[in-house]
């Protein structure tokens, strides 16, 4: 059974462009969230997804969207990218937040 | 707003020396705290969940517990692929969905 599953594992883009990271939760998880780990730091909750909206986001510029899908698997979308984003991207994905989440392997974002 | 402090930031330790990782939280009505292992480059993987105070669980070398206001999670006999950092995320419910992540610890376990 596949866990949570990430692409692309890395990705080197340029200030200012556009960047759209994919994510398919494990089998049987409906609920998608999307966290941002600088180096050295946790986990930053960015949204969470569940029945293809926006339940939940935190503390993040518009910037920063998202999507979910029919089939639950979801996508983040950055614009106008900054050397700040540079990061380490997770999706994590359950059927019942209070069972806990499933992370995938993220993806390292580098912006120059 | 929900917090959540790990400490130490590193430790080190000889393989065979037993020791405790603090999570100290601060969080309205806590509906479960997280103890997740993440290794360099990867994403973080599940290792308990606690939901009261007195909680207790193990795994292998890993014992996890929760009082009202922190967590421990003591190592024992460690070995060298016991080092990882070590995160914990507390999760408060109602209308938060999020995990509120402490900055974790990095721990070191020399052969």
């Known amino acids: 059974d596949a866990g949570v599953t990430q692409s692309p594992t890395h990705l080197i883009k340029t200030r200012g462009q556009q960047v759209t990271l994919r994510c398919s939760p494990k089998?049987?998880?409906?609920?998608v969230s999307w966290y941002q780990q600088a180096l050295g730091q946790g986990p930053q909750f960015i949204f969470q997804?569940?029945?293809?909206?926006?339940?939940q986001r935190g503390n993040f510029p518009d910037r920063f969207s998202g999507h979910q899908f029919p089939n639950y698997s979801s996508e983040l979308n950055v614009n106008a990218l900054l050397l700040g984003d540079s990061a380490l991207y997770l999706c994590?994905?359950?059927?019942?937040?209070?069972?806990?989440?499933?992370f995938g392997s993220g993806t390292r974002l580098t912006v120059v | 707003e929900d917090q959540v402090t790990q400490s130490p930031e590193a430790l080190r330790l000889q393989e065979g020396e037993s020791s405790s990782l603090n999570c100290s939280y601060t969080v309205s009505g806590l509906r479960g705290l997280f103890w997740y292992r993440q290794d360099p480059g990867k994403g973080p993987e599940f290792l308990f969940t606690l939901y009261s105070a007195g909680e207790e669980k193990e795994k292998e070398r890993l014992k996890a517990t929760l009082t009202k206001k922190e967590s421990f999670l003591h190592i024992t006999a460690p070995k060298p692929e016991d080092s990882a950092t070590y995160l914990c995320a507390a999760y408060s419910g109602g209308s938060n969905y999020k995990l509120t992540f402490g900055k974790g610890t990095l721990l070191t376990v020399n052969p």
């Open positions: 997804y569940y029945e293809e909206e926006e339940r």
């Open positions: 994590a994905s359950s059927p019942d937040v209070n069972y806990g989440y499933t």
């Open positions: 089998s049987g998880h409906d609920t």
